[in-house]
């Protein structure tokens, strides 16, 4: 009662610091991929396949807390946080076109590998996000299978893409 009563009374400063959040997040994004990369090179000493996989599961990871966040419904704040903490960051340091902040975090052993690898794990987490919404929600196919068997047939084309866009990511590793 008092948490609500709390929230009534300074939701828009929460609106407005969330927002700020967001925004903050989104400018320091390049030094997060910069400390991240710097990380993974010193973990994996540059290699290239190394690299392509954690720059995969860099891009990968906001789509996974998101489905986590769906799937698992308001039980998952920690999930729901991390969400909200790691896509700003992610956005920011896209790799298409020319993203300065990202060429300067990249340069040095394994840096174009990450990129790869992060544009596969973009690709494999945004090809399941659009395309399983449109198959579960389907009325037709909902009519003839039950929600369960829905979510069960679509196990193995989700993993199938994320295999393959792990496999792509390793072995277009320049």
């Given at each position: ?21 967001l925004i ?31 720059g ?41 076109g ?44 909902r ?26 990511a ?5």
């Amino acid at each position: 009662m008092i948490l609500d009563l709390l929230w009534k009374q300074y939701r828009w400063w929460s609106v407005a610091l969330i927002v700020t959040l967001l925004i903050g997040l989104f400018l320091v994004g390049g030094y997060t991929v910069e400390a991240l990369v710097i990380a993974a090179r010193w973990a994996t000493g540059g290699h290239l396949g190394a690299m392509a996989v954690i720059g995969w599961l860099f891009w990968f990871a906001p789509f996974g807390l998101l489905w986590a966040v769906l799937l698992r419904g308001p039980d998952s704040v920690v999930c729901l946080g991390l969400l909200i903490l790691l896509t700003p960051a992610t956005l920011a340091c896209f790799p298409g076109g020319y993203n300065e902040t990202l060429a300067e975090a990249i340069t040095g052993p394994g840096g174009a590998a990450f990129v790869a690898g992060a544009r596969n794990g973009a690709l494999g987490g945004l090809i399941p996000t659009v395309v399983v919404p449109f198959v579960v929600f389907n009325e037709s196919l909902r009519a003839r299978f039950d929600d369960r068997t829905l979510r069960l047939m679509m196990v193995a084309p989700v993993a199938t893409v994320l295999i393959a866009t792990m496999i792509a990511a390793v072995v277009l590793a320049p």
